[in-house]
């Protein structure tokens, strides 16, 4: 008795493959997901596409890429928060630095000392 071939379009071929090299689920997996049989037709289907079965570096690569899309709302506002002090503290740090400027030149022109001595009594 003779097997059924069941043909799958380009378009749910592509999306196995998509789902195969985005996720970390086996191929077994996929199988019983999309319900689909054979042991080669996803790397037959890679193949078909000029997909390359991804090495150990890039799965992990993309493991920590998911883990960061999937941060939670409070990490979010971590990193905004983070941000926003960073750039508060540039603009300080230039403040800072505005206003040595302006002491030095003070202290050139005016020949005033502005800045406490480390030595000076009080």
Aim: positive net charge; charged residues 40%; aromatic residues 8%.
């Amino acid at each position: 008795m003779k097997t059924k071939v069941k043909k799958y379009t380009d378009d749910f071929k592509l999306m196995v493959v998509q789902d195969y090299l985005s996720s970390d689920i086996s191929q077994s997996a996929l199988k019983k997901k999309y319900n689909f049989g054979g042991n080669k037709n996803i790397y037959n289907w890679m193949r078909k596409f000029g997909f390359s079965k991804p090495s150990e570096d890039q799965k992990g690569l993309h493991q920590v890429m998911a883990k960061e899309e999937q941060k939670s709302a409070s990490e979010q506002e971590l990193e905004l928060k983070i941000s926003k002090l960073e750039e508060e503290l540039k603009r300080e740090q230039l403040r800072t630095k505005a206003l040595n400027v302006m002491i030095d030149i003070a202290e050139r022109d005016l020949k005033v000392d502005i800045r406490k001595k480390s030595g000076a009594k009080r």
